[in-house]
């Protein structure tokens, strides 16, 4: 079992934090910006709490960051700790920028991660990364405690995975959203939809989404694309999407 | 309960056809271009198939026509019946390309329908529009037996519906192919997605996706989008998406 100290207290930090505390591992220290946060998430996870970051000790093996991605090199040169295992949890920045260490990596998990309700992080897959092979190791069997799925992964690799669930996850709830202010001009709920969008993406979890395309796109439905474009008429920037999204469906899916 | 003759043989052919011959329906005569479609969904649904619309014969009250948007006009014309009511099952065509018939109108379930699984109308929205009282009352009465959700929609508020299922069904599906796509070009596989997918899905189940929005783009996270935008370097046309994606996100999620 490690000792470890969690720089940070937002939602990556306790879902985090959690884990590891319900593996058996000892929180030393949990630091946050806020000393009410710090405070909090410390006292779920009986470790100290604290609002300075001068005030964090040597006494963790391993100090994991889960701060905002610009804070990220900052944080790690305040730490007044040496010869400890850095590690962020960020999906796209480099290892490198806790290279003040000399001995730092990556603990990423890919899974959504909330103080809400507890994350699963057994089944998801945790990416780690190591500056050498005494560290990635470590890193790598702190990793294995919480998740079934660690693996070591480039730093590219986890940036397409980072950048595929923005493409899956953020740019799919705008769309969900355009729906909704769409139905909402015409006096209708989005309830109307929630059947819809639940049996689809039910569809997505058992089969590729490349084999689901359905559609007026798909279709070569020019009779319909131009009522949606004409009901677009009063959102210049919707239509403009609506035939972005429109012409990259019929680029993958050439006519038969 | 009614008389009806189906015309077409697809997902929402099979699926109403199905749920109104369960409903108590006699189902007369089933056409489609495809004899042995007509016989395989008649069979089904003890009724007489035809692939010949010359042998749709008056015996129904009601001639229910579920083809392509755009062969409903020359479909209804080449019906040889008169005094009956047409309806079909399209979310954007207008009632009007019925005009042949003296009585006719819409007939249109917001529900995904295939003929592999069970279509539950039930809780589905089904909106109807009639030419006139008495043939509306008809298809409203129609409905009614399927659905507990009737309305009367105007036919812009039925495109718009239709509209904002291609945002949220057809587009999202897309952005759910690039991701895989993505995937696949370092070597990883779409799984790994589909936890993150399935937990957001199930939160746009309960709350307005208009507050659920995360990512780079609403955080103003500049040097994640750089990196995103560098990974995209080879995909000219996912850049442009992925940048007016970012925008638009940007726009309704003005900085505080």
Redesign the interface.
Known sequence: MAAITLIGSGNAATALGRALHKAGHQIVQVWSRSEAHAAQLAKELNAAPTADLQNINGNADIYILSVK??AIEATAKALPVSGKILAHTSG?KSKDLLHSSGRYGIFYP???MTRDAETDFH???LMVEGNNEETLKTLAALAQTISDRVRQVEE??R?????????????????????????A????S?D??????????QR??EQ???Q???????RR?H??ID??LD??SKHQ??K???S??TS??Q??YPTT
């Open positions: 991605d610009d796209i890919f899974v959504s089944t998801a897959l590219r690799d940036q397409s995975l980072h950048l595929a669930a923005v493409f899956a996850n953020n740019f799919t709830n705008y769309l969900y959203t355009v729906s909704e202010q769409l139905l001009e015409s006096g209708l989005f109307e939809l929630r059947p819809l969008i639940a049996a689809h993406v997505v979890m590729s989404p490349g689901l395309q359905t559609g007026p796109a798909i439905d009779s319909t009522v949606h009901l677009l920037n919707l403009e999407l609506y972005l999204l990259s469906i680029d993958i």
